[in-house]
């Protein structure tokens, strides 16, 4: 059965029932049955990072991938799967997430390459340091923790992939764009905008809205680096 055969935005958690799902060789296939033997994540979340990994690799290779907000640090995870040239990952975020150890054990069982490669910082956004060779991802950082990750990136001039999410329309600045454009795209407009101003190349692009509705993938990196 074709693992797109049942919603990709189910909220459900991956199990090791769901393992037939993914029967190919593929790498997609072999990360998805890697996260349903963790037992410990919604299937959203393994369709949400694989894409936005994807997309990311698409345009930015090698760097140090630090991943904001992280969560369970799937995200991570699957950039350095796509990319093998990243020397590690961080996975930052200011909460403990207990999925994380599971899910980057059964990760490193199948890849044990990876083993020592992907490490967690419990720890602000605000203050984790960065560097202009890393590659910088986030998906959904809710309301204004996406211009926090915007404010970091363009401090250290360091490559961007961001999928935003909960816009927060009284907090984010909409640039006056609301009365022709949706709150929310007006917001995310601004921040492209914003890249761009700071001598960002910007790419946009979506996920699939079969995945989620706010899938609104803002890519950048200095004009001088690719």
Partial sequence: MSAWSYSPSSRQRLTTYDVARFPSDSLFDRLARAVCRAGCLPRKELFESWEVARRSRRLFRGGRVVDLAAGHGLLAVAMLLLDDSSPLAVAVDATETPSRARVVDAV???????????????????????????VVVSS???????????????????????????????????????????????????RAQRLRVHGYRVWTQVIPSAITPKNRLLLAAPEAAR
């Fill in 108 to 134: 490193v069982s199948v890849w044990p390459r990876l083993a020592g490669r992907i490490t967690f910082e419990r720890s602000g956004i605000e203050t984790v340091p960065l560097d202009g060779g890393d």
């Fill in 140 to 190: 959904h950082a809710c309301g204004g923790l996406s211009d926090v990750v915007l404010d970091r990136t363009i401090e250290a001039r360091a490559r961007l992939a961001l999928l935003p999410c909960c816009h927060d329309l009284i907090a984010c600045d909409a640039g006056g764009l609301s009365g022709w454009l949706d709150g929310a795209l007006a917001v995310d407009v601004v």
